[in-house]
């Protein structure tokens, strides 16, 4: 049985509990999505390659989707079947390679339409979904004009019996579900969503669970808005079959619904975002999707939508069947700092002293928290407290009194800012690094944002970590579930905020969303506190991996990523400095083996990197140099019996593999 099979039969964490010496056996070691299971642990239980062999490692092929348009290398391939299936490129062509050559099987894409061509998240799309309909192999893909696509995997011709025929001109009479109709907003096939009423568009894959495919979405970005209205990021589902539509689960409850008191203001009636941009998980047993939420309309000001603001940066579990919620958490109350959930929660059983055997799941977030859930009760594993947090000095703004504080696992990385944080290998340093914070409001994690002109002085706010992270979605955490422990990429991320009036903030967008100008907005003149040594302006690491032990929520090690910049050794090499390696400052996407976690980065001379890891102690035990900087993830699965590493790199998709996987090589 491959591993396809074993998740649409809702097992999960207990199948890879296999010895090496039969997965060696075997001839093919499938990576069934984006995170290979459904529960997006990124963890294959491919081993051919090796701490001894790792050096061996070369380039089997490479393909690159620059006629497609390809740039953001944000694609996960997915290895299901004896083929290869991602998507590159603004239109987003669905493609079929061959793992063996890396020669492009098939590929398809919709027409054009004006709604395409205004996306904001056109070239991100993550991957594909793959599911069965009556024994035929399907790979499902939504578009960035917000299109369901349903494809015979081995033709890639569009699903017969799959949808309704969508009145522009091209489209195939069948195979396209137009996600615009179920949403309740008036629209044009065309052209979509009039600018005036919002924006609605997808990146991230659906998820199949059982008969029903759940769609999730994206809107404008919130640091790019100006005007208050907007949609709401409705999740929708549909029979995996025919495209029947089945269910919505509005995300901005409406009024009768659970949360809707959270929106004040009646701003329920006319703002909205809380899309769900983010990859989904599932867990089949249970029947329960789970979805990671980003915060509503507008980073940084939100006035204008006074209460808590439920769903805003939560993880939702809804009834994959019926669309009713299950549970669900609320990690920012008001969420004005762009915290969004930026990755896919991930799904593990644990074995937690006290409480025995715990079905989990957990969000890693851009604040450096974890936060950790009994995933069919959504019962925190250890208590999360509401703490106290800075109240806002921007008229107009109500923000929550207190945000939820997990007691456990602790942060991997920097929360709020102060002159302890500050580079200290020398005084000089160290003042020099205060004079560049001068103009910069210092504070804990949810310091509120200012406004220009602020009477303290200050030029803008700093929040640390930023709308950058932390962790974030270029560099997805990932698991091992034979151990119970999470290994998050995080790196030390600061921005600086200041608050305009929106109609000048307004001024910025050619296209933007909604009509009514906001009190405040992102303002361009915050810039950033620099260091005239060239140098970041934090303490190192500047980059990490951090291991954390979900069974007993303690952190296991902490490692830099990389080696320390050839710009910033420079200066320490001036001084005569010791200091340790400091990272790059890279987040670093990462894959893991039943022997080891593979992260890539660069060699302080810029040089792209492999690095095989000690999953146990953090020790690198073996690395490689590489053709480019990864990006965003890797995949590892097994054809004609050998291991093959997939890394991303902007256009380009490049498989790595030991000699004997070359055309020609011997199978196991």
């Not at 296999?18 to 290979?36: K, R, T, Y």
């Not at 953001?72 to 083929?83: A, E, F, H, L, V």
């Not at 089949?284 to 979805?291: H, K, M, Q, R, S």
């Amino acid at each position: 049985m491959t591993i396809r099979e074993k998740l649409l039969h809702g097992l999960l964490a207990s199948l890879f509990l296999v010895s090496s010496s039969s997965l060696l056996a075997q001839d093919s070691i499938e990576w069934f999505s984006l995170g290979n299971d459904l529960g997006n642990t990124r963890y294959t239980e491919a081993s051919e390659i090796n701490f001894d062999n790792f050096d061996e490692l070369e380039v089997a092929w490479e393909w690159d989707g620059a006629s497609m348009g390809a740039v953001s290398g944000r694609s996960t391939p997915s290895y299901i079947n004896g083929k290869l299936y991602t998507v590159a490129g603004p239109r987003r062509h669905v493609v079929a390679i061959d793992p063996k050559t890396g020669e492009t099987i098939w590929s398809y894409r919709l027409p054009n339409t004006g709604r395409w061509e205004y996306s904001m998240r056109a070239d991100y799309g993550k991957g594909v979904t793959y599911s069965e309909v009556n024994g035929k192999g399907v790979i499902y893909v939504t578009t960035p004009g917000f299109f369901l696509v349903a494809l015979d995997a081995e033709t890639g011709a569009p699903l017969e019996g799959f949808g309704q025929p969508v009145p522009v001109d091209g489209f195939p009479e069948t195979g396209v579900v137009d996600l615009l109709a179920d949403l309740g907003h008036p629209y044009d096939p065309y052209e979509g969503v009039p600018l005036e009423t919002g924006y609605i568009t997808a990146s991230s894959p659906p998820v199949v669970v059982n008969d029903t495919i759940i769609v999730g979405n994206s809107a404008e970005q919130g640091y790019h808005q100006s005007r208050v209205e907007m949609i709401p990021g409705d999740i929708l589902a549909y029979d995996k079959a025919t495209g029947d539509f089945k269910w919505k689960f509005n995300v901005i409850p409406r009024p009768g619904e659970y949360g809707h008191e959270t929106w004040e203001n009646d701003a329920w009636e006319w703002t909205g975002d809380v899309s769900s941009w983010a990859p989904m998980s599932v867990d089949l047993d249970a029947g329960l999707v789970y979805i990671p939420t980003n915060g509503a309309t507008i980073d940084y000001y939100g006035g204008f939508r006074p209460g808590d603001n439920l769903f805003g940066t939560s993880l939702i579990a809804l009834n994959a069947e019926t669309g009713e919620r299950a549970w669900h958490f609320q990690m920012v109350h008001h969420d004005i700092w762009n915290y969004d959930n930026p990755q896919a929660p991930i799904i593990m059983d644990l074995d937690v002293p006290g409480q025995g055997r715990v079905p989990a799941i957990m969000q890693a977030t851009k604040q450096s928290f974890v936060y950790a859930f009994n995933r069919l009760t959504g019962e925190p594993i250890w208590p999360i407290e509401e703490r106290p947090v800075p109240q806002s000095t921007v008229p107009g703004e109500k923000l929550s009194a207190t945000q939820p504080f997990p007691t456990k696992p602790a942060p991997f990385d920097i929360q709020g800012v102060s002159v302890n944080d500050l580079v200290d290998w020398t005084p000089e340093l160290r003042q020099q690094a205060i004079n560049g914070y001068a103009d910069y409001m210092m504070g804990p994690l949810f310091l509120p944002p200012i406004q220009r002109g602020h009477e303290s002085g200050k030029r803008a706010a700093m929040f640390c970590p930023g709308g950058g992270g932390g962790a974030n979605i270029t560099a997805p955490s990932v698991a091992d579930p034979t151990t119970g422990i999470l290994y998050v990429s995080s790196h030390t991320a600061c921005s600086a905020v200041q608050l305009v009036p929106g109609e000048e903030a307004d001024l910025q967008y050619e296209l933007p969303t909604g009509t009514t100008y906001a009190q405040y907005a992102n303002g361009p003149g915050a810039g950033s506190p620099r260091h005239p040594a060239g140098i970041p302006m934090y303490k190192p690491p500047y980059s990490r991996i951090t291991a954390i032990n979900m069974n007993t929520g303690e952190h296991e090690w902490m490692i830099p990523t990389g080696e320390t910049p050839a710009r910033v050794q420079r200066v320490i090499d001036d001084l005569g400095l010791d200091v340790p390696n400091t990272g790059t400052g890279a987040l670093v996407p990462m894959v893991i083996t039943p022997n080891m976690l593979v992260y890539s980065d660069s060699a302080s001379d810029g040089t792209p990197m492999l690095y095989a890891i000690n999953k146990a102690t953090g020790e690198t035990e073996a690395s490689i140099e590489v053709p480019a900087t990864n990006r965003y993830g890797m995949s590892s699965w097994v054809h004609d019996g050998h291991q093959y590493i997939i890394l991303q790199a902007g256009s380009k998709l490049t498989a790595m593999a030991l000699p004997a996987a070359q055309p020609g090589g011997a199978a196991h």
